[in-house]
């Protein structure tokens, strides 16, 4: 909720109406043959491409389609919304004056996503599961976007996705016009906007000192590797691609890798191996 200067509240997302398409059934049309001929029999041969010219035809409209989504990037803002209403077009107009940046609304994720200067997902509306897979989707995006959070609970589950290292801001349901207008400017600008008490807690959380048996466990090359990228944030995808490996060699790798380190997940082995320069 966005609190304007005369005091006054308007929720931001507000259920909107469903809609109805009325299907109308096909009227089959009956075909006759004058020749009385089997219809099979006079079906002219149809020479099929090869099974090289198909894939170089597929693998031709997919590098076409990268290019134009590389070609549709723009400087601009991603406002993520569930409901398509006045509430939403009045906040993405402010977004848009406050930093003279396009601001466009979508519903969901899509990969086509064209203003990736910041996206900024509204978490009114989305239950945990979704948020989460909308913020998981923006996280494995091939462009590395930089995700706010608008709208948050304090104290709530939405807190959580700060571990995630696309969030890089967020607002809570009680931030005002002016605190909204300076965030999203140091935002653009390349900084972090989190209140005080979730950074407290995040240091609290993820801070300790470095731990000297990690000097004793054995790696392989190859985990070093794998260790290495998940440092610098990358995704199982991209370790694939670095490595020239399947995503399932990558994920097996993991597996072996997380027990080595005494791990549960990635985001301990990033906090595991952040401190380890000699990798």
């Given at each position: 909720?966005?609190?304007?200067?005369?005091?006054?509240?308007?929720?931001?997302?507000?259920?909107?109406?469903?809609?109805?398409?009325?299907?109308?059934?096909?009227?089959?049309?009956?075909?006759?043959?004058?020749?009385?001929?089997?219809?099979?029999?006079?079906?002219?041969?149809?020479?099929?491409?090869?099974?090289?010219?198909?894939?170089?035809?597929?693998?031709?409209?997919?590098?076409?389609?990268?290019?134009?989504d590389a070609l549709d990037e723009v400087e601009g803002i991603t406002l993520f919304s569930v409901a398509n209403n006045l509430q939403t077009?009045?906040?993405?107009?402010?977004?848009?004056?406050?930093?003279?940046?396009?601001?466009?609304?979508?519903?969901?994720y899509t990969r086509r996503i064209t203003h990736i200067s910041l996206a900024v997902v509204d978490c009114q509306g989305r239950s945990r599961?979704?948020?989460?897979?909308?913020?998981?989707?923006?996280?494995?995006?091939?462009?590395?976007?930089?995700?706010?959070?608008?709208?948050?609970?304090?104290?709530?589950?939405?807190?959580?996705?700060?571990?995630?290292?696309?969030?890089?801001?967020?607002?809570?349901?009680?931030?005002?016009?002016?605190?909204?207008?300076?965030?999203?400017?140091?935002?653009?600008?390349?900084?972090?906007?989190?209140?005080?008490?979730?950074?407290?807690?995040?240091?609290?959380?993820?801070?300790?000192?470095?731990?000297?048996?990690?000097?004793?466990?054995?790696?392989?090359?190859?985990?070093?590797?794998?260790?290495?990228?998940?440092?610098?944030?990358?995704?199982?995808?991209?370790?694939?691609?670095?490595?020239?490996?399947?995503?399932?060699?990558?994920?097996?790798?993991?597996?072996?890798?997380?027990k080595k380190i005494g791990v549960r997940n990635r985001l301990e082995a990033n906090n595991w191996v952040r401190d380890m320069d000699s990798?």
């Open positions: 909720m966005i609190t304007n200067k005369s005091g006054a509240s308007e929720a931001l997302i507000r259920s909107q109406p469903g809609s109805s398409v009325e299907l109308q059934d096909e009227v089959p049309t009956k075909v006759t043959n004058p020749s009385g001929a089997h219809p099979l029999a006079e079906a002219p041969s149809v020479e099929h491409p090869s099974v090289a010219e198909a894939a170089t035809s597929a693998s031709n409209q997919v590098a076409a389609l990268d290019e134009v077009s009045l906040l993405s107009t402010l977004i848009a004056q406050q930093t003279k940046l396009p601001c466009v609304v979508e519903a969901d599961n979704a948020l989460r897979k909308l913020v998981e989707n923006l996280q494995n995006h091939p462009s590395e976007l930089r995700v706010v959070l608008l709208n948050a609970c304090a104290e709530g589950e939405q807190e959580e996705l700060l571990d995630w290292p696309c969030i890089v801001g967020v607002f809570f349901d009680d931030t005002d016009q002016a605190q909204l207008t300076r965030g999203l400017q140091c935002l653009l600008g390349g900084e972090y906007w989190v209140p005080r008490r979730l950074l407290h807690d995040f240091l609290q959380k993820n801070r300790r000192a470095p731990s000297p048996r990690k000097l004793d466990i054995k790696l392989t090359k190859r985990e070093r590797q794998i260790l290495k990228l998940i440092k610098n944030g990358a995704t199982n995808s991209d370790i694939a691609n670095a490595l020239e490996v399947t995503e399932h060699t990558v994920k097996s790798h993991l597996y072996n890798v997380y990798l």
